[in-house]
């Protein structure tokens, strides 16, 4: 087979719900501000258990689209203001896999400004044993043209967190990790159209370019590479989007 086959997964009754109530607040179809029915009644309407329903209505105010309310109910936030980091992959589910164009360039002004500077950091703080962590990713990239496209996405994710955990900054991998889901989404459409091209080649040169400059602690060239390196990624995957 010529293409890539994923496996299945079956989703959970809570996981459906969980989708259908994103779905009528994404869409509009409930507005902000609105007070949805009681658990009871919405359970009900939905014929689902209210248990089930309880659960999906706490991970929505986890995310920031609804906010629970003792004694008087559950309203729709606005979730531009409300909404959390955990939105983000609900968001890519509900435009099918389809990030809108101010959104995507959002993400990459927002991926500019946070690994140029954990580059920088990373060639001030990175300690010896950074140093052989980064070389084990670049070891194993080596054989990039033959691996799949589920293993590029995870080395170069796996690349990009290593610089932040060597930025010696604790609350930058954190963030990294919180976007991985839109993260490897990305990529995964980067690497699956260029992975028989020689942009994949400059994508690990960019690699080996940021590896060499932490380890020789020069941060101006550090911030230098990753700067041309998620420009290179924006370049080459249409919609505004960018690789790592």
């Keep these: 087979m010529n293409f890539q086959v994923r496996p299945i997964e079956a989703r959970s009754l809570k996981e459906v719900v969980i989708q259908t109530l994103e779905g009528w ?23 689902i258990s209210r248990p089930v329903l ?13 906010k629970i309310e003792a ?13 959390s980091c955990a939105l983000l992959s609900s968001m890519l589910n509900f ?13 990459i002004d927002m991926r500019m400004l946070i690994e140029v500077e954990t580059a920088k950091l990373a060639a001030i703080h990175a300690d010896e044993a950074d140093i052989r962590d980064l070389q084990g990713i670049l070891e194993a990239e080596k054989g990039f043209s033959t ?23 604790r609350a930058y991998p954190l963030i990294l990790n919180s976007f991985k889901a839109i993260y490897t989404h990305l990529t995964e459409n980067f690497f699956t159209k260029n992975i028989h091209t020689p942009i994949l080649e400059e994508v690990f040169t960019f690699h080996h370019q940021l590896v060499n400059a932490i380890k020789d602690k020069d941060s101006i060239a550090s911030q230098t590479v990753m700067v041309a390196m998620l420009k290179h990624g924006e370049k080459h995957l249409s919609g505004g989007s960018h690789d790592g």
């Design 25 to 47: 607040i994404l869409s509009g179809d409930l507005k902000i501000g609105e007070k949805l029915p009681s658990e009871r009644d919405l359970a009900q309407k939905m014929k």
């Design 54 to 66: 309880h659960e999906a209505l706490v991970d929505l105010a986890s995310k920031g689209l609804v």
């Design 71 to 83: 004694r008087r109910g559950i309203f729709i936030n606005d979730y531009r203001i409300n909404g």
């Design 95 to 107: 435009h099918q896999d389809q990030l809108d164009p101010v959104f995507g360039k959002s993400l």
């Design 147 to 169: 691996a799949s496209v589920e293993d590029l996405v995870e080395l170069d994710f796996n690349f990009h967190l290593q610089i932040a955990l060597a930025s010696c900054n």
